[in-house]
């Protein structure tokens, strides 16, 4: 079992930043990928970044390629999500998500097996 906290949510305006951060307790953290998901009111929860287990490969969806970057410390267990130039589109729940395996399979939130709770981001123009 891998319990989830994000933290770093907040309001920022249209080309500032904000970093998540989602701090795990529970289990050996290394053994865990990690990803990030969004859910604006109304959409789908959709992926947005992810990071294996041991940290040596990173994915990001096309909407935050070149803006986003992952990191993690597995000493710390916890997952960063810095976010830079953040645009009004970019507002939504930011969650949390780990899966049993370090590697990460599929960029679906169903192949994801624990969450947190949620953290707001609101960028306004």
């Known amino acids: 079992q891998v319990q989830l906290v994000e933290s770093g949510g907040g309001s920022v305006q249209a080309g500032g930043s904000l970093r998540v951060s989602c701090a795990a307790s529970g289990s050996t953290f290394s053994r865990h990928a990690v990803g990030w998901f969004r859910q604006a009111p109304g959409m789908d929860r959709v992926f947005v970044a992810g990071?294996?287990?041991?940290?040596?490969?990173?994915y990001y969806a096309d909407s935050a390629k070149g803006r986003f970057s992952i990191s993690r410390d597995n000493g710390r267990m916890v997952v960063h999500l810095q976010m830079d130039s953040l645009k009004p589109e970019d507002t939504a729940v930011y969650y949390c998500?780990?899966?049993?395996?370090?590697?990460?399979?599929?960029?679906?939130?169903?192949?994801?097996?624990?969450w947190g709770q949620g953290t707001q981001v609101t960028v306004s123009s």
């Open positions: 998500a780990a899966r049993r395996a370090g590697f990460i399979a599929g960029f679906w939130s169903h192949e994801f097996d624990y």
């Open positions: 990071i294996t287990g041991n940290g040596d490969l990173t």
